[in-house]
């Protein structure tokens, strides 16, 4: 008799153990081997009752939701997902010796006009090139109309 009850006790903590699962901190090591292998970044992990909790700053929303989807491991009831997304970085804008460059050049294109090169250094226009005399007044017109500080012409006519 005392064997049966043993047996039965021993099962009976078997299935007592087994019915608890996981503790938190086993599933929290889960998950960030899981996101280890996904290789999954800058993710820090909590989990208590079963709740894992995610923190830090992502590149951009496709690796927010890969981390969520990493950490879905067997034992883990639900995920909030408090991941944030590191800024975009703003271009720098273009100098504006580059867009005066930019709108002489745009000017001359549409113009029609060829074999002029324009450099710009401090708001000063350099013309160089070799142009029809007849042209080079419409290439200085278009180099003015940039507001440069002064137009430089060293054309060949």
Request: overall charge positive.
């Amino acid at each position: 008799m005392k064997i049966k009850a043993l047996t039965l006790l021993t099962l009976a903590l078997a299935l007592f153990v087994s019915a608890c699962g996981k503790s938190d901190a086993d599933l929290q090591k889960a998950v960030q081997d899981k996101l280890a292998a996904d290789k999954v970044t800058g993710v820090t992990v909590a989990v208590k009752d079963g709740v894992a909790t995610l923190t830090g700053e992502v590149a951009d929303i496709t690796v927010k939701t890969k981390a969520e989807a990493s950490a879905k491991v067997e034992g883990i009831k639900s995920v909030d997902n408090k991941l944030t997304l590191k800024p975009m970085p703003t271009p720098e804008p273009p100098s504006p010796d580059k867009m005066i460059e930019g709108t002489v050049n745009e000017a001359l294109k549409k113009k029609g006009i060829t074999g002029v090169t324009v450099a710009v250094k401090d708001g000063e226009v350099t013309l160089s090139g070799t142009v029809d005399k007849a042209k080079v007044a419409e290439v200085m017109m278009a180099a003015n109309e940039a507001k440069p500080k002064k137009v430089v012409n060293n054309l060949n006519k």
